[in-house]
């Protein structure tokens, strides 16, 4: 199963909705949540089995991936 990751503007803009990315390893969605918070997005994130999860938990699963 793969990591969710839904976004959408901080300030909210006339027809933009949130949207929702899946990415197969932390490692990826970690890269992906850098790339949304430098462009101003906010984010919310669901591990594999579904559970919300914070930006650092997903960091610190791409870490382990790697290593």
Known sequence: MP????????NPIS????STAEE????????????LE???EKTSIKDP???????QELRDCAAKEVS
Do not use: H
């Not at 027809?15 to 949130?18: D, F, L, N, S, Y």
């Not at 089995?49 to 930006?55: A, D, E, V």
């Open 3 to 10: 990591y969710r990751i839904t976004f959408s503007p901080r």
């Open 49 to 55: 089995t579904g559970n919300t999860i914070s930006w």
């Open 24 to 35: 197969e390893t932390a490692a990826a969605a970690w890269a992906l949540v850098q790339q």
């Open 38 to 40: 430098a462009s101003d």
């Open 15 to 18: 027809g933009v909705e949130e």
